[in-house]
């Protein structure tokens, strides 16, 4: 199949799957899709939990980035088409950051933090769920409604949270979604502005 580290892993789990059980080609083909989309994600969060293991920001990273993983899940955004590229995004984005906001000792002031969420709100309600080619409008209004209302929920534990010196790393978690929704939908335009652009 493919040439990727996790496609071949993919193969070679599958193949021994196959030694017990039977399967068509069909769910061969599938069960082998998903054991890679797996091995990827997998593999994506160990790279970014170990480095904040050596870096020293577990608990930083792991706010930031379940965070961003709940957010994620509704208002979709930018994918990286190379699997390598998007692990290091992830760990810039979650341990070198966290790392890099702890020696900043960066801390938000209430009237800070409610402006940074009415921001995110708005980013939100204007662009979210931003859609890729994998999947499209058709998951309808319903989607668009848990992406706004997870987001609110969200950023009021923030807002409420005694812990002040962790809440900057939820709201990174919530930055970095919006950051790739709103690159999400730069990328969608420019298409858009190719495909009618007068020549």
Known sequence: MGNSIEERLSDLLLKKMVNYFEFSREDSLKINYGLTILIVNLSKALAIY????????????????????????????????????????????????????????FRFSLWGLVIVSITFIAVTWRFAPSYTKYVGKDVGNHSRIKSLLTTINILILCVLSPFTDLTVFMVWGVFISNLLVLLNELKRRYRVGKCFKVE
Do not use: D, K, Q
């Open 50 to 105: 170990l480095s904040a293991i050596i870096l020293g920001v577990f608990l930083e990273t792991l706010l930031s980035h379940v965070t961003f993983c709940i957010l994620r899940h509704n208002n979709y955004g930018f994918h990286f088409e190379n699997s390598l590229i998007c692990t290091l995004f992830g760990i810039f984005s979650f341990p070198i950051s966290a790392v890099l906001l702890n020696w900043m000792n």
